[in-house]
């Protein structure tokens, strides 16, 4: 005999999906009961038995974490309000008066049985439902009976048809510079194809259907051939292929990035800012401007700059204790240090059109020095004395010096004193001798200067002895 009651069995989703492996599937089972009698039930319980296990018959392995509730949706007076709740002794979910006393369902009215947040098992199949009721009444006001009427109902638990959780394996961030790649996987079924598709639109075969009958949901995996330099969006293709072309039936996308990207043809941006000091290079019409943090120009460090000219006010060394360079309208000043001190400029060659100096000294050694004064040069020795001027030749229109002597030690030199001119000898103060090759000896005839040359003698004249 039919039950009094009518049944009927809705779930969400339509259907249930089969959990898989790192992605549960949560979904709702709704039973709602009809009178469709032009008279009312009694009713004392109505159990909703459910198969527990993980084969795929059984709708879930965890029936304690179900949240089951009744609603109707009419008023019975003087009656409590039924509840629905798992029954660990019967091992069903059982609605019923709390206080175990008999219910009523009006004519033609309904309630509803909810079992929420059910954890589905991870098997497809067809999940079978017992519903047990004891009741009378009815339009044929039959008594209530103690045998169940028991009325089964039927749902389908689904694996899932189309691929899904297109994703990076690990991270999203792949350095290439420690030589990373991409490792890109999804679940899906295994009858269809899949494709991956790279941004400049080229496909690539990543894994083919599985010929049969039965659809198996497993992970698939796929990496590109070389890492990516840059952001790149992958696009999951799923389909079926034929002999004349493919069905493409499901796209889904991932986007992954490089660590440092690298662009094959340049960037364009008005700035470039460092994280998190906020250290910016802004490109202007002009050129490049550097900034520090707080938006003051800050400075480039280099090992080496290679440009087609600089402007700068100064050019100092890495550290502040190096010498500077400062570049006035005048031309350049060399300093050292933190302070204005002028510093030293070292060279193996100058070349200049013009030199102003105080003096010009010699090497470290050598400390000879050239002073330059009012009246003329001063040429001292490394003990400040008056120095030396060798030279192989010397074409001066004058000199003015106090004496003059051969190259040679020992050499004769000649002395000018008020009276006219000393000839010495042998570095002493002692007369030596003037020898000449010839000499001129000037008259004047008729007012006219006549030279004569005379024979070479020595002067003094040689002593007879």
Avoid: C
């Amino acid at each position: 005999m039919p039950s009094l009651l009518n049944y009927a069995i809705l779930t969400d989703p339509t259907p249930l999906q089969a959990s898989q492996p790192g992605a549960p599937s949560i979904g709702t089972v709704y039973v709602i009961v009809s009178n469709t009698h032009q008279s009312e039930v009694r009713w004392d319980f109505i159990d909703v038995e459910i198969p527990v296990g993980s084969g795929p018959n059984d709708l879930t392995g965890n029936p304690t974490a179900i949240s089951a509730s009744i609603e109707k949706d009419y008023t019975v007076n003087r009656e409590p309000e039924p509840t629905f709740d798992w029954d660990s002794t019967l091992g069903r979910f059982r609605a019923h008066d709390p206080s175990g006393g008999r219910l009523t369902l009006p004519a033609e009215e309904s309630l509803v049985l909810s079992l929420e947040n059910i954890p589905v098992s991870d098997l497809a199949g067809l999940v079978r439902l017992k519903v047990y009721e004891r009741s009378g009444g009815g339009d044929g006001n039959l008594p209530v009976r103690r045998a169940n009427f028991i009325t089964t109902l039927g749902l389908v638990k689904q694996a899932p048809r189309i691929p899904r959780n297109f994703r990076p394996e690990k991270n999203s961030l792949v350095d290439v510079d420690a030589s990373q790649n991409v490792v890109l996987t999804w679940e899906g079924p295994d009858n269809l194809d899949y494709w991956i598709r790279d941004p400049q639109g080229n496909e690539v075969l990543a894994q083919s259907a599985v010929q049969g009958p039965r659809v198996t949901q497993r992970p698939y995996t796929w990496s590109p051939p070389s890492a990516p330099r840059r952001g790149t969006t992958f696009t999951l293709i799923a389909g079926t292929t034929t002999a004349a072309q493919q069905h493409h039936g499901y796209f889904l996308t991932t986007t992954v990035h490089a660590l440092v990207p690298e662009f094959d043809s340049g960037t364009r941006t008005p700035w470039v800012e460092q994280a998190p000091g906020k250290s910016r290079a802004t490109f202007s019409v002009a050129g490049m401007e550097i900034h520090n943090g707080a938006g003051a120009l800050g400075t480039v460090t280099a090992d080496r700059v290679d440009v087609n000219g600089v402007k700068t006010a100064w050019v100092q060394g890495p550290s502040d204790s190096d010498g500077w360079i400062e570049f006035p309208p005048s031309g350049l000043n060399v300093f050292h240090g933190q302070g204005k001190a002028w510093g030293t400029v070292w060279a193996d060659r100058a070349d200049l059109n013009s030199v102003t100096t105080h003096w010009t000294e010699g090497p470290d050694g050598k400390k000879s020095r050239i002073t330059f004064t009012e009246t003329g040069v001063k040429i001292t020795d490394p003990e400040k004395k008056r120095g030396t001027v060798v030279a192989g030749e010397t074409n001066v229109r004058s000199v003015v010096t106090p004496w003059v002597s051969g190259p040679q030690a020992g050499a004769g030199w000649i002395s000018f004193p008020n009276e006219g001119v000393d000839v010495h000898r042998d570095g002493e103060v002692s007369f030596g001798r003037i020898r000449y090759a010839s000499y001129k000896e000037s008259q004047t005839v008729n007012d006219r200067p006549v030279h004569r040359r005379l024979p070479p003698y020595d002067w003094p004249p040689r002593s007879e002895n």
